[in-house]
């Protein structure tokens, strides 16, 4: 049950039922879940490289907004600013070939969004380090319902950005 | 035939309040029962059947009657509302004195009510709720009830476990009438399905910790068998009944089906037949013309599903007054229509599903589920894809319809395979339906891409679908020219967010040349491209076929085809790992890049699983534009549950291929 409030905005990722890793004391204090993420095709191969999402969290992204206009306000229950921080460990020996550019955008009433997708060497391993922060408005009004819509839809472009990669030879099988 | 429903007996009992008040004879021995506990209770479970027994017997007319006993508890930990609901048809001023005696009775508030649902007929889809409202958790209800004709004119009783509650101890047993009658009870209990079973007398069996439906069809998942492929069930026949042999049934549901078409209103229906196929000269444009009308002009209504009579269709009359029918309804009429040009038709029962399933050795055991037709065409017609190819009704034409997506003589889809039925009187009725094309699922789909040197996308879709994608099938029922384009901008939004649908057509099969559901789109999307690095990535074109088709068994992985087990106590309970319906699609791709735009293609590749082929290759033609072709097909069957999980990785591997996006580089970089 925890896990339906809990649900990941992208798709390629599906939680396990998640457990209390800390409960708060005060209001002030947040409330940590810890869940295990399964999925598949993490990687694709394209040509000798392979392509991983830059945000595996997001993944799969669709906006629910697709009608061009609307007579009612959308409301949001789950509103406020959202930080996707993800860690993924490459196989030893893999080499990040290209990367997604780093952006910042603005959206109407106040919303933005930010990525950033980064490499970490240590030891040989390779992990990429990702960082996606978007603001979400409980009400978007009729009137600002189209920037809102274009807002998510490149939002959405956040799901698609990949990673290219080269695999290490021995390691070629699908990880 | 007059189907007959008798709520014999209602009883409620909470201990503190009634005992010994309402409480029946039975029910006290085992009030003294500890509450049920044990891991066959799921969390959500708010009742449980401390005590259940049912008796098996039959009626003076040879059917099966049912007397039911169930002791539950309130497991919960809030009040809760205990509803039963049959099919029942019971006038309003019955149910009044049922309600009144009752509570004069009881002292215990029960609501009965009579719901007259959106039924086609007077006589169908009548129900009877019977209600304890607000029982405080830990007390119990006794209820003791009797079904007699419950189950229309069936030759056998089919019990199918488990049940909607929990039970800790369930009897279920003929009643010593019966067995002395000859009627005999047999048990499946598929291997590891975790269900404790002891068989008390030849007749008798007892079981022990079961758990709710719920409990174990909240995990199905789409590689999974049928559920009777999984699940346990009881099987009452009596012996030299129709429900022995599939020969002596075939006879016996075409005489009952008779006498229901001998209730059409013949002059009616030839009316409308004649004036159907009015200016027609051919035999086939005239059937089609008649098919056509019960495929599009009669809406499906699955409103008498419930009704004591659901084996039988409406008579014709009432379809056509109410332009409403399920599937034996339709089959009904598109037979009378046909029989009023002089066309003979035989109805086909079938089962039709996406989970793998066999008949079992009789025919209570086939779990039919659908009715479909089987037409006979003029001596040396030229051949029809869906002619049949084998059985009692070899060469005559299989059409459904209620299958909204093939028009008559194209291949129906995922049919190929399927054990039928023959209603009538064949010495061999059952057969394996192929018909001159085999009856897949299929889908054809063509895609243009058109990258522009900006970097902007035009999209260019072309598809025909006999039945195997729910989007299309879902077109189809809407009309409205709006939500169709909103059911494909949401098809369409993972691969292209905000992409703008500029045109889109929908033909139905009568409209379409290739008979099938046609489906014409044009796109346009101006952010397509994703940067990465110095290069871009351009959502692959056939990602749009799997958005559009939402191809079965290919999903994206998510927790409905995880290999889960459905199984009691969360025991491993996989008996098989299948697939119910054939399907394939066929798949092209063109590709043109303009302004300087470099793509590597991807290496072409074919793998085969028993359960999957997949093949998908690319090539530069001459005018700079890229062809691929991808073919998918997955046959009807079933294979080792142990292989479940590498089947499960073969899908997920095609869904990453086919999903893959394009790498575009620009030419001056290289």
């Known amino acids: 049950m925890v896990k339906e409030e809990i649900a990941l905005p992208g798709t390629l990722l599906q939680p396990s039922e998640p457990s209390v890793r800390n409960f708060p004391a005060k209001n002030s204090e947040p409330l940590a879940f810890e869940a295990t993420l399964a999925g598949q095709n993490l990687a694709v191969p394209v040509g000798s490289a392979w392509l991983v999402p830059a945000h595996p969290l997001f993944a799969g992204f669709a906006p629910e907004l697709t009608a061009p206009s609307r007579r009612t306000p959308v409301w949001y229950d789950e509103a406020g600013l959202f930080t996707l921080l993800s860690k993924v460990k490459l196989p030893r020996g893999s080499k990040v070939t290209q990367l997604p550019m780093p952006w910042e955008m603005d959206g109407p009433l106040g919303s933005r969004a930010k990525s950033q997708v980064e490499v970490e060497e240590k030891d040989g391993v390779v992990t990429l380090i990702s960082r996606l922060e978007y603001i979400v408005p409980p009400i978007v009004p009729v009137s600002e319902y189209a920037s809102w819509k274009a807002f998510l839809e490149r939002l959405a472009k956040a799901g698609q950005e990949r990673v290219r990669v080269a695999w290490p030879v021995e390691s070629e099988s699908q990880p | ?670």
């Open chain 2, 1 to 670: 035939m007059t189907p007959r429903f008798h709520l014999a007996l209602v009883l409620l009992a909470a201990p503190q309040l009634l005992w010994g008040f309402g409480t029946p004879d039975w029910a006290k021995p085992h009030m003294a029962k500890p509450s049920p506990k044990g891991d066959f209770l799921a969390p959500e479970d708010t009742w449980a059947i401390v005590y259940g027994e049912v008796s098996i017997g039959l009626s003076p007319q040879k059917r099966f009657t049912e007397h039911w006993k169930l002791l539950l508890e309130n497991i919960g930990k809030n009040p809760e509302t205990l509803v039963f609901s049959f099919a029942y048809d019971a006038g309003q001023d019955e149910l009044e004195e049922i309600e009144m005696h009752v509570q004069r009775r009881f002292w215990h508030k029960i609501p009965v009510s009579r719901k007259a649902a959106t039924a086609t007929s007077s006589r169908a889809t009548s129900a009877l709720f019977v209600a304890a409202e607000q029982v405080e958790p830990g007390r119990r209800i006794a209820v003791e009830l009797s079904l007699q004709d419950a189950h229309g004119f069936l030759p056998w009783r089919a019990f199918h476990l488990p049940l909607s509650y929990p039970a800790a101890q369930l009897r279920v047993g003929l009643e010593d009438h019966a067995v002395s009658a000859g009627a005999k009870i047999v048990f499946r209990a598929p291997p590891g399905c975790g269900i404790e079973a002891r068989q008390l007398t030849e007749a008798t069996w007892e079981f022990l910790g079961l758990p709710s439906a719920q409990a174990l069809e909240k995990d199905e998942h789409a590689f999974q068998t049928a559920w009777d492929q999984r699940r346990p069930y009881l099987l009452a026949t009596l012996q030299g009944s129709a429900g022995e042999s599939f020969a002596a049934f075939a006879r016996y549901y075409a005489n009952a089906w008779e006498q229901a078409q001998a209730q059409a209103d013949t002059a009616e229906v030839r009316k409308l037949a004649e004036a159907l196929v009015a200016g027609k000269s051919d035999w086939l444009s005239k059937v089609r013309a008649l098919c056509e009308f019960v495929q599009n002009d009669v809406s499906y209504d699955a409103s008498t599903l419930k009704s004591v009579e659901n084996w039988l269709p409406l008579a014709p009359g009432e379809t056509l007054r109410s332009q409403r029918a399920d599937c034996k309804g339709k089959v009904a009429l598109l037979q009378s229509l046909l029989a009023a040009v002089g066309v003979k038709s035989v109805p086909l029962l079938l089962r039709v599903e996406d989970q793998y399933f066999s008949w079992g050795e009789l025919p209570g055991t086939a779990f039919f589920n659908h009715v479909a037709l089987a037409i006979e065409p003029p001596p040396n017609h030229a051949p029809l894809p869906a002619m049949l190819t084998q059985g009692p009704l070899r060469g005559f034409v299989l059409f459904d319809p209620t299958a909204e997506t093939p028009a008559l003589g194209n291949a129906l889809p995922g049919y190929e395979g399927l054990p039928a039925l023959a209603a009538g009187a064949f010495p061999e009725p059952v057969f394996e339906v192929a018909t001159t094309q085999p009856s897949l699922a299929r889908l054809v789909f063509f895609v243009r891409y058109h990258v522009s040197a900006s970097g902007a996308l035009q999209v260019t879709l072309e598809v025909a679908d006999n039945g195997l994608s729910p989007t299309i099938s879902q077109l189809l029922g809407t009309p409205n020219p709006s939500q169709q384009a909103e059911i494909v901008r949401q098809a369409l939004q993972p691969c292209l967010p905000g992409a703008k649908l500029t045109a889109l057509r929908i033909a139905k099969p009568a409209e379409a040349p290739s008979g099938d559901c046609e489906l014409h789109a044009e796109i346009e999307a101006t952010q397509a491209l994703t940067p990465l690095g110095s290069d871009f990535t351009l959502p692959g074109p056939f990602a749009l076929l799997g958005a559009l088709a939402n191809l079965p068994n290919l999903p994206p992985p998510a927790p409905r085809n995880a290999p889960k087990p459905a199984g009691s106590k969360g025991s491993s309970c996989v008996t098989g790992n299948g697939t119910g319906r054939a399907w394939s699609v066929e798949a092209r791709a063109e590709v043109r890049l303009e302004g300087g735009w470099l793509w590597e293609l991807p290496e072409p590749n074919e793998t085969r699983w028993p359960w999957l082929s997949f093949s998908e290759s690319w090539q530069r033609n001459p005018a700079g534009t890229y062809s691929g072709v991808l073919l998918l097909s997955g046959p009807r069957g079933v294979w080792p549950a142990e292989q479940l999980a590498q089947r499960l990785k073969s899908h997920a591997l095609v869904w990453g291929r086919l999903t893959r996006p394009l790498v575009l580089s620009r030419q001056a970089k290289r």
